[in-house]
């Protein structure tokens, strides 16, 4: 009789979600397997955390909503940071609203 034994591992456990996916690096293209839960929960990006680390050191390229001047943020300000300097914010909030922001 075999109760924990070989008869459920692998495709024949109970709990089977199907194994690893492929995915492909975004910083160095490398392709490699993650679990798919993972990558249900937004992550399985990048292959090692040295790839990742580097990903969030290179700055994004962002439109600034008081003058529309392109300007350079580092990822972990995406969403905090909107003007390009503390005078186009100051002018925005003396008008009430910014120039470039939809009506």
Not at 17 to 37: A, I, W
């Amino acid at each position: 009789m075999q109760c924990c034994g070989k008869a459920h591992t692998g495709e024949n456990h109970p709990n089977w979600g199907g194994g690893k996916v492929t995915r492909f690096c975004e910083m160095c293209g490398k392709e490699f397997l993650v679990k798919p839960h993972v990558v249900k929960e937004g992550g399985g990006n990048f292959c090692s955390h040295r790839c990742y680390s580097i990903a969030k050191r290179q700055p994004l390229t962002i439109m600034c909503r008081g003058c529309g001047y392109m300007f350079d943020i580092m990822p972990f300000e995406l969403g905090k940071r909107k003007y390009c300097s503390l005078e186009c914010y100051k002018k925005s909030r003396k008008t009430g609203r910014s120039p470039l922001a939809a009506p």
